[in-house]
């Protein structure tokens, strides 16, 4: 099968052998070269790229250089040159670039690269001299893997992967959507529970809309945000004259889901004392508007949601039991986000491409540092505070790719940050390794060969970072 090579531009200053470019033309890479920032620049202009390499001088004697303290003492990147270079990554924001520093550069600078600002917002990783060539094609398939996928997702933006409707592909996310294509057929009611921010409305919808009721009403109300004087009016409705201010006929949200779905949100803030009204049409099916005498009858299904433990509230006497039961025909739960480790970065990535539709915010992606956090950040309002999260972050941020610190979420949460780099670093090379084993179905070789490197070299770093096939 005969694999497409990928373009990549490859910027080095003249002082440096072919070697590199060599190795990277001899695993498959496209490679553009270019050895002064004209050259790189004309690149640039013609060709659309993915990722770039950029390696600096191995005679730079200080980091000093790059931040800009002492660059026209030592004669090795000035400010016109920095600026230049600012340029060059400025060109198409959308490359992912990998930097090449002597180890001496990167010695005092900050793990996120804040000392400079076209490495803080242009670069994926850097590498250090002499360069592991292992170590280089690592981070480089992981700059393209990362674009790569961006890439393709803003593109397709309206057939993200989903089931129902509904974005997620981890294990408890497969187990609902099984469960849910069983409650979909049948026409009884549902109590569907879970923390706040689920999608337990999602779920409701799903279920509507594969059931034989799908080309009826679907009719939600909040019933924890209506004064307890109000809610039974905006349930059942009323009759003109049935109470002051009540000056024409106002039909209920029960009334108005005849022959397809009520959804009744939130249902464990109802007040103790309407619980008996909605029970009563549970039982018989009709409905008395306030103020009236006629019985009209409903056929309508009842989906309701709490992000209440109902058992306890029976206990405590705050819901009915017999109610619990007459709503809890079928259940489900929708899980916690924290459960769907998995569906965390694809949920973020939808969300940045979602709201980036039609925009033009600074941000192009996301840094490692924030990935990692993403997932290891407890998420007390599941989708709905990612979702936010993103949103804001993205309206915000001045970084082209969004950085922890634009996220806004508690630190103090029960999460550890990265502290370095090479953590950083580590835990990509960890997650590109782990990846390209899966899809090659725990094929060494073949995973090997997606990555660039020796099936040797992957053994290596499996043993390395204590990853099994």
């Known amino acids: 099968m005969l694999i497409s090579k990928r373009k990549l531009i490859l910027f080095q200053q003249p002082s440096f052998s072919d070697e ?51 660059c026209l003492v030592n004669n090795c990147i000035n400010t016109q040159q920095l600026t230049q270079l600012h340029r060059l990554f400025n060109v198409q924001s959308q490359i992912n670039w990998v930097m090449g520093l002597p180890k001496e550069c990167t010695q005092k600078m900050a793990p996120d690269f804040a000392d400079i600002k076209p490495l803080a917002e242009y670069c994926h990783d850097y590498i250090t001299f002499p360069v592991d060539i292992g170590r280089l094609l690592v981070s480089l398939n992981h700059a393209y893997g990362m674009n790569d996928t961006r890439a393709d997702s803003q593109e397709t933006i309206d057939d993200y992967p989903s089931t129902f409707g509904i974005i997620g592909n981890s294990p408890p996310m497969q187990n609902l959507f099984s469960l849910l294509k069983k409650v979909a057929k049948e026409d009884c009611s549902v109590l569907i529970e879970g923390e706040t921010g689920t999608g337990k409305e999602l779920i409701a919808n799903a279920i509507h809309n594969h059931s034989k009721r799908s080309k009826n009403p679907f009719v939600a109300i909040n019933c924890g945000a209506f004064p307890k004087d109000l809610i039974q009016a905006e349930l059942f409705g009323y009759e003109k004259g049935a109470f002051t201010g009540a000056q024409q006929r106002r039909i209920g949200k029960i009334e108005s889901a005849q022959g397809g779905t009520l959804f009744l949100d939130e249902i464990g803030d109802l007040p103790y004392e309407q619980q008996v009204n909605l029970l009563r049409f549970l039982e018989d099916r009709t409905i008395t508007r306030i103020g009236g005498v006629e019985k009209i009858a409903i056929d309508a299904r009842v989906i309701a949601a709490t992000h209440v433990d109902l058992k306890e509230a029976v206990k405590r006497k705050e819901f009915r039991e017999d109610l619990y039961y007459r709503l809890r025909v079928l259940q489900m739960a929708t899980p916690p986000l924290r459960a769907r480790e998995d569906d965390i970065e694809l949920l973020a990535w939808y969300f940045f491409n979602k709201f980036s539709q039609n925009q033009t915010y600074q941000a192009k992606g996301f840094h490692a540092d924030t990935l990692y956090l993403l997932q290891h950040y407890e998420w007390p309002g599941n989708v709905r505070e990612l979702m936010n999260c993103i949103r804001s972050a993205l309206v915000m941020s001045e970084n082209r790719l969004l950085k922890p610190v634009d996220l806004g979420i508690d630190r103090r949460s029960k999460i550890r940050m990265l502290q370095t780099l090479d953590e950083a670093r580590t835990l990509a090379d960890r997650e590109s390794i782990i990846t390209s084993l899966r899809h090659a179905n725990n094929n060494v070789s073949r995973a090997a060969e997606t990555l660039g490197i020796s099936r040797v070299s992957l053994y290596r770093l499996m043993d390395k970072y204590s990853i099994n096939a």
């Open 20 to 70: 590199i470019y060599n190795e990277l033309l001899a695993h498959d890479w496209d490679v553009y070269l270019a050895k002064n920032f004209q050259q790189a620049s004309d690149l640039v202009d013609k060709h659309k790229f993915m990722v770039g390499l950029c390696l600096i001088d191995e005679a730079c004697p200080s980091t000093h250089c790059l931040i800009g303290k002492k």
